[in-house]
């Protein structure tokens, strides 16, 4: 469409912009698993507020807004002190999970280059279940990617890594947890390989960086999966996931300032003055990182504790349910994802039908399953939940499977 000749008033606009969100999934209901976490309205006041307050500041330039300098610094050093970082542990505000797995490609690459002189064709080596922003990161700076079988208990394989790893190998890749099944790879073990091979260890904790710390606080058994684990070079975590901040927001956090140091870009070869910017966007939402610092002081451990217990709950629940039904549990979750086969029945089909009842959620693909990524509030709808699928399970068991549906993210 063409832009209009004349402007049309807010108000107007704002009914339309309402009415066009009807067709959408309805996440405030509960039905959604997927996409957005839904702590409250509590929390969403505190989002939008703050997001407002700092809508139009700009993070691109600190000296112009040393508020945004600040609350970003104060933002990454609780999810350091969180992450049992050391002293001298340093990072950044991203724009999500993507952008920080990136960005610490790109510091891993440029050690590798700066610091370990590899020359020539560089790679990675990660589980099959890690996330494929690492593929996206790679196809941009033209890295190998090796990706390696799990296990059959759904874990990343460190044997089978530590094979696939050479002298060309610029980063070793465990999750915290992975997407797919929601668990935690075996950390300990890859950090030690990295220690034994001088590779770089990456955690991807986007879902479970703000996450996990509070669930052992609450008594899980959560191990070791941050920088308490010494061969850990760098990590990420997405505030606006588990840390319930406002989209986008992320942190990709590094165990030394001197290997932060390798993300930074800095130049000055233009006419314009110098340009330093640590991540990759110039211009940097204020709002993102103001919302994420008021969240984040709003909720404090007690807040968090609460919240992730809600999560927990929720989840624990659901999994005694579908249990019930017949489904099987994929491994052991810890926190608040979890994945769920069944060995007689298409699952897709099953999703199709909980589709049809409102319900948006995601898949697995090996094995097919359903998979949920849950939030405080799925406590309240754990029950409905749970009823949807029995029904949905009884409609395919008697062949009422519906529309072929392809699991997708776009």
């Known amino acids: ?19 066009r969100g009807q067709g959408d999934v309805k996440w405030r209901d509960g039905k959604t698993a997927v996409y957005v976490f839904n702590a409250g309205p509590d929390v969403e006041r505190v989002q939008k507020e703050a997001y407002t307050l700092f809508m139009s500041e700009n993070g691109l330039g600190p000296l112009a807004f040393p508020s ?7 933002v990454v050093s609780m999810g350091l002190s969180l992450l049992h970082a050391p002293e001298g542990a340093a990072g ?30 560089l790679n990675i ?6 996330h494929p922003a690492f ?52 950390i300990e073990k890859l950090g030690q390989l990295a220690r034994a091979r001088g590779l770089w260890l990456h955690v991807d904790a986007c879902v479970g960086g703000y996450i996990a710390p509070f669930v052992r606080m609450n008594g899980g058994d959560i191990p070791p999966f941050d920088f308490e ?3 850990v070079s760098s990590m990420s975590a997405d505030l606006h996931k588990y840390g319930y901040c406002a989209k986008g927001a992320s942190t990709v956090l590094f165990r030394t300032e001197a290997l932060r140091a390798h993300m930074i870009f800095d130049c000055n070869e233009w006419p314009g003055g110098r340009m330093v910017t640590p991540t990759l966007a110039g211009t940097r939402p204020g709002g993102a990182i103001a919302a994420a610092w008021a969240v984040m002081n709003f909720l404090g451990v007690e807040g968090y504790r609460a919240k992730h ?28 994802l979890l994945a769920f086969t069944h060995d007689e029945i298409d699952c897709m089909a099953v999703w199709g039908k909980l589709f049809e009842r409102g319900w948006f959620t995601s898949l ?25 699928l029995a029904a949905a399970t009884a409609e395919v068991k008697a062949g009422q499977k519906g529309p072929a549906r392809e699991a997708r993210y776009s």
């Open 125 to 130: 080596v990660l589980p099959r279940s890690a």
């Open 309 to 336: 217990r809600q999560v927990t709950d929720a989840r624990e629940k659901i999994e005694a349910g579908v249990r019930a039904l017949g489904f099987r549990v994929i491994g052991r979750p810890q926190l608040g």
């Open 135 to 186: 593929d996206k990161a790679a196809k941009v700076m033209e890295i190998e990617v090796r990706r390696v079988a799990v296990g059959s208990d759904w874990f990343a394989d460190v044997e089978a890594m530590a094979e696939a790893a050479d002298a060309q190998t610029a980063m070793i890749v465990g999750s915290a947890p992975c997407f797919p099944y929601g668990l935690i790879d075996p």
């Open 364 to 388: 697995t693909t090996e094995p097919k399953g359903l998979h949920l990524m849950l939030s405080p509030f799925h406590l309240q709808v754990a029950d409905i939940y749970l009823s949807d």
């Open 229 to 231: 684990v010494e061969g």
């Open 1 to 19: 469409m063409s832009m209009p000749e004349k402007g049309t008033d807010w108000e107007t606009l704002k009914r339309d912009m309402q009415a």
């Open 92 to 121: 950044n505000i991203t724009s999500g999970g993507t952008d920080s797995i990136t960005m610490a490609m790109k510091a891993a690459r440029d050690f590798a280059r700066k610091e370990g002189d590899k020359k020539g064709t």
């Open 68 to 74: 945004l300098k600040k609350m970003e610094d104060e």
